[in-house]
């Protein structure tokens, strides 16, 4: 593996992780909605700059409405409900309770594509489910989170795998940064009816606030599309994917550095078990291929790729 890759793996990596602590802080000076327009709006005007002198294809009707799906579920609902949620829970508990989106995406492929639930897909959807209701008991035992905001966070996992169902379809014929520029812009026309709101917010915030929200479009979301699909060309998509799953504990340690906030023992607990039951969903049986199972927090953050069964990069 060259410098090269380690530094791009480097920086997606701590681009998503950062963003569910930049979240946190911004998010108590904006709305759920307002954060999420203004993270989008920066984030559509760089991903154009990536379309410039590049071939358009034209998608076809089918095409068409996944790609609205697709945008406004992982765009538009997606960073919503994660704004949402980080208002009641602390950042590492949402990192954990959002990464067990990639098991989810392989249960949905398995029943709506047609792609089958292998036994370990089926067992480690049962173990990362018990994880997450650790997580749940554990809002009892602390101010930090409650079953609002758990509730909030499975929601981003859904939408989030919502999306990437129907982004898998499409990138097999569009090129992926044409799809999630279109993602993006989608998202950003759903979340207009927040911009009175995030003109009056931005106005009152403090400007670490601001900076915040140009961050987020900027490096999570811009930058961080782009440095995925740089390493994901050049290394095998497992052993890329593997990588996302420092993402939580990285989110814990900068949670705990920026408002020292640590999610409680038994949320990490639940964390770690969601952690083993993502690891066990990707286990062969046999000789059997197994659906790929997609990781990347997502916090994670829209836009991830997605990989087909045969490796091809789907989305920067």
């Not at 480097?10 to 946190?24: D, E, K, P, Q, Y």
């Not at 009892?140 to 996992?157: D, E, K, M, R, Y």
């Not at 939580?248 to 550095?257: E, H, M, S, W």
Request: aromatic share 8%; glycine share 14%; proline share 5%.
């Amino acid at each position: 593996m060259s410098t090269a890759v380690l530094v791009a793996i480097l920086i997606t990596v701590l681009a998503w992780a950062s963003a569910f602590v930049v979240i946190r802080g911004v998010g108590q000076h904006l709305g759920g909605g307002e954060l999420a327009l203004g993270r989008l709006l920066v984030g559509t005007v760089l991903l154009s700059l990536l379309l410039i002198r590049r071939p358009w294809v034209r998608p076809n009707r089918r095409e068409w409405l996944l790609i609205v799906v697709y945008g406004v579920a992982w765009f538009g609902a997606y960073n919503v409900t994660l704004n949402i949620a980080e208002h009641t829970l602390d950042a590492g508990t949402t990192a954990m309770i959002v990464n067990i989106g990639p098991i989810l995406i392989a249960l949905g492929a398995g029943v709506f594509l047609g792609e089958g639930i292998p036994k370990w897909l089926a067992i480690g959807a049962g173990v990362a489910f018990g994880g997450v209701v650790l997580i749940g008991l554990s809002s009892g035992f602390t101010g930090l989170g409650n079953t609002v905001g758990i509730l909030w966070a499975l929601a981003s996992a859904v939408t989030y795998t919502i999306g990437v169902l129907c982004q898998k379809h499409v990138m097999r014929r569009i090129p992926s940064t044409q799809v999630t520029w279109l993602g993006c812009a989608i998202g950003t026309v759903v979340c207009l009816p927040f911009a009175g709101g995030l003109i009056a917010q931005v106005q009152a915030a403090p400007a670490p606030a601001v900076l915040g929200v140009i961050y987020l479009g900027a490096v999570p979301t811009a930058l961080a599309f782009t440095t995925w699909g740089y390493a994901l060309s050049r290394i095998p998509a497992g052993q890329l994917g593997v990588t996302t799953y420092v993402v939580p504990a990285i989110v814990i340690v900068l949670g705990f550095v920026a408002f020292g906030e640590i999610p409680v023992p038994l949320a990490i607990i639940g964390g770690i078990i969601c952690l083993i039951g993502v690891a066990l969903s990707r286990r062969r049986t046999g000789t059997r291929r197994e659906p790929a199972v997609v990781t990347g927090p997502v916090a994670a953050e829209p836009g991830a790729p997605v990989v087909s069964d045969d490796h091809q990069n789907l989305s920067q």
